[in-house]
């Protein structure tokens, strides 16, 4: 049985069309570029004495530095939590008891729907009514990352589990595992290294997010930018220098996914290599 190719390889002519184009719309975006940087020069943007201040240390010390800092720190902290939310109730809505794939069904979809600023928003002034006591800022933003933003991952590592091939499982309660050591061992793992591509995504989302805090006056890298405004008025200059800083973490972010992800492959790797794992149990169950 002959397998039917999903993509043709493109022909002289279609590799000189894209050549073209590439090279068209290349000119395009450095055209853009260049006049976008005569339109910021013609204001005198890239005048010294308005990037002087960030030569300056209490600039960094004071206003960047903090916010870089409160920025960092609630979304690690979210991260970490939407991690733990998501697979929680993944494997909740992945669960047999129609009770407790509806209860968690409903949290998922419920927090997926509703804007995040709204929850922090919530959290910050409507959350207080009901205990009768304040909730800091801090909280009502990693709170309101961590129920969004878990749920978008609870879907996501939903998605990877049911994509496992049915084979690794069976293969599993084949060997005596319980079903609840298959989820923990066998399925969760593989979802997750298969959409780590997504759940790196999501949690560069999260990080760009905890600008939001902004709405309940957190003192993350936004807020300490728009401080930094009024008191020396380049928003252009902040504006560029926040997007650069905001840039250089997401890549950093990336790169390390990466590294995370070929680790695990080469770990994958050297599983089913192993003679008598798994994936030998799996190939026996499925042959």
């Known amino acids: 049985m002959t397998q039917q190719a999903l993509y043709d390889h ?8 894209n050549a073209m184009l ?6 395009g975006l450095v055209a853009l570029l260049w006049f976008i940087y005569l339109r910021f020069d013609a204001k005198g943007n890239w005048e010294a004495r308005k990037w002087s201040p960030f030569l300056e240390a209490r600039v960094w010390t004071k206003f960047i530095l903090p916010g870089l800092w409160a920025t960092l720190s609630a979304a690690g902290l979210a991260m970490v939590l939407a991690l733990a939310f998501g697979v929680v109730f993944a494997v909740g809505r992945l669960s047999e008891r129609v009770w407790l794939s509806a209860v968690a069904g409903g949290v998922v979809e419920f927090f997926r729907a509703v804007p995040l600023l709204l929850t922090i928003f919530f959290l910050s002034y409507g959350f207080p009514y009901l205990i009768q006591q304040p909730v800091e800022p801090f909280w009502a933003v990693v709170i309101g990352l961590t129920l969004y933003n878990g749920s978008v991952l609870a879907e996501a590592f939903r998605a990877g589990v049911r994509a496992v091939p049915r084979g690794q499982s069976e293969a599993a309660y084949a060997i005596g595992m319980r079903k609840s050591q298959v989820m923990r061992h066998i399925l969760v793992p593989q979802a997750a290294r298969a959409m780590l591509p997504v759940i790196v995504s999501q949690l560069v989302v999260l990080l760009k997010d905890t600008a939001l805090g902004y709405i309940v006056a957190y003192s993350e890298l936004l807020q300490r930018g728009t401080e930094l405004v009024a008191n020396f008025g380049n928003i252009v200059q902040v504006a560029i220098v926040l997007a650069i800083i905001y840039i250089i973490i997401n890549a950093a972010l990336t790169l390390v996914a990466g590294r995370l992800d070929r680790w695990t492959q080469r770990r994958g790797m050297r599983g089913q290599a192993e003679p008598g794992g798994l994936g030998a149990a799996s190939t026996m169950s499925q042959g």
Do not use: S
């Open 22 to 27: 590439t090279v068209v719309f290349g000119v």
């Open 10 to 17: 493109p022909g002289p002519r279609a590799r000189r069309r």
